[in-house]
């Protein structure tokens, strides 16, 4: 059974920090993403690493997240520091062993919500700052 779980949400105040984890099971995956969704908004993809150590991120959160990944335990964490109240939303661990790292960079580039259908979603976990 391949899942993907979320954990370390909660509530911030701006200029703080939170620090998600996301844990995968079942599968083995190369390249892993983390989106975000407010109320009334895009899906949106914040960050991406491939199994290279490659990265990419949304302008808006560049120099204040940091994806990164243990593979021996198989987790992909997101470090977030000075969130901001725009930042507030449910974040979701994501991973398509379909979607190489350079079309989920190019998501990220081109602002696109993610097609039907995408990838091995985890249930979210709410990132609130205040």
């Known amino acids: 059974h391949v899942q993907l779980v979320e954990s370390g949400g909660g509530s911030a105040l701006a200029g703080g920090s939170v620090r998600l984890s996301c844990a995968a099971s079942?599968?083995?995956?190369?390249?892993y993403g983390w989106f975000r969704q407010a109320p009334g908004n895009v899906c949106e993809l914040v960050a991406v690493m491939s199994g290279d150590g490659s990265t990419e991120y949304t302008e808006s959160v560049k120099g204040r997240f940091h994806i990164s990944r243990d593979d021996a335990k198989k987790t992909v964490y997101l470090q977030m520091v000075n969130l901001q109240p725009e930042d507030t939303a449910m974040y979701y661990c994501?991973?398509?062993?379909?979607?190489?790292?350079?079309?989920?960079?190019?998501?990220?580039?081109?602002?696109?919500?993610?097609?039907?259908?995408?990838?091995?979603w985890g249930q979210g976990t709410q990132v609130t700052v205040s």
């Open positions: 994501v991973a398509d062993p379909r979607t190489p790292f350079s079309l989920m960079a190019t998501m990220i580039l081109l602002g696109q919500a993610p097609p039907p259908n995408f990838g091995v």
């Open positions: 079942g599968y083995t995956f190369n390249t």
